[in-house]
């Protein structure tokens, strides 16, 4: 199977060489060494300076490309300039129909969607880009905290490490489970986080709050996620009205007081499941849930796993 990786100078390093070891490794954990043809294109052969500094080497022009199995797109901290775009857009465009699997890697996925090929599609990106993904194309339906989200033939990732765990999914879909696995295990990663697990913590929410009142109240729940946790008790704490809070807090956070509360008691909860072996009867209790039936709830819906099926699948990796 021949994977290309398209990069361009300012691509961001990980994005590219991230997935490229999943892939190898892959294929020997598979006894395959040679299952993946792995290939870095460029606009021109040669050295691309990554947005490091550092200097990978694309094997392949973009005109010489030939026949590709898989093609993802890497992403840069500077993908609004993109040194020889419109050569690569229509480069994609050609490439539609032909590839088995195409996808993109974090901000990737915004060359993607200039050359028009996430319209109607279910994408994510990194959550610090997805605002103005879904702002510049809004075709494209953005969701907005998925590790990688998977649409018929198309994959996006979210930034970075979430591009590996992108590359283990589809390792996963070629060789199975077992080879998946032995190659998490190997590179030291977590098999397997679910694909609809969120990016965005409340940890990373609370650090990008604009107000100082609305960051205080979340970092105090951070803090107290075994205590009650009422709207009421929250806006009292800001200082204003529960509506005014709550309007607030939307606004500036993306998301109500109810679902930042129960994405840190997740979070509690994960941590928990993952570092103890206290039953789950505990881990509700300590992270707010109260009893495993809410924690199991709330695991469901957030995450799409039960508690118990997080905790095999950490221990496990």
């Known amino acids: 199977m021949r994977i290309a990786m398209l990069v361009f100078p300012g691509v961001q390093m990980l994005d590219a060489v991230g997935p490229v070891e999943v892939f190898h490794e892959a294929a020997l954990q598979a006894g395959k060494p040679g299952a993946y043809q792995i290939d870095m294109v460029a606009q021109q052969a040669g050295p691309v300076r990554a947005s490091n500094g550092m200097l ?76 103005l993904l879904a702002r510049a194309h809004p075709l494209v339906q953005v969701e907005a905290d998925q590790i990688y989200v998977r649409d018929g033939a198309l994959y996006t990732s979210a930034g970075v490490s979430a591009g590996m765990d992108l590359a283990l999914a589809l390792v996963e879909e070629d ?106 009867k505990r881990v509700a209790a300590w992270s707010g849930f109260g009893n495993p039936n809410g924690l199991r709830r709330a695991f469901q819906r957030r995450l799409g796993v039960t508690p118990g099926d997080y905790r095999t699948r950490f221990q496990n990796s």
């Not at 775009?85 to 993607?112: D, K, P, T, Y």
């Not at 500036?252 to 928990?272: H, K, S």
Request: charged fraction near 20%; include cysteine; aromatic fraction near 6%.
């Open 175 to 280: 060789f199975g489970r077992e080879v998946a696995l032995n190659t998490a295990r190997q590179l030291v990663m977590f098999l397997k986080r679910p694909g609809n697990q969120s990016q965005f913590s409340a940890h990373l929410a609370a650090q990008a709050s604009e107000r100082s009142a609305i960051r205080d109240v979340q970092q105090w729940v951070l803090a107290s996620v075994a205590e009650p946790l009422a709207v009421d008790d929250l806006a009292a704490r800001a200082g204003m009205s529960t509506r005014n809070f709550s309007r607030m807090f939307k606004q500036d956070t993306g998301m109500t007081p109810a679902d930042f509360v129960e994405n840190a008691r997740i979070d509690a909860a994960r941590r928990l499941l993952e570092e103890t072996s206290d039953p789950l």
């Open 56 to 131: 990978l080497h694309a094997n392949i022009a973009l005109a010489d490309t030939g026949a590709i199995d898989t093609l993802l797109v890497a992403g840069s901290p500077h993908i609004q300039t993109v040194e020889g775009e419109a050569a690569m857009l229509a480069w994609l465009l050609q490439q539609v129909g032909r590839v088995r699997r195409l996808g993109s890697i974090c901000s990737g996925a915004f060359l993607l969607a200039r050359a028009g090929l996430l319209d109607g599609k279910q994408v994510t990106t990194h959550w610090n880009s997805s605002a």
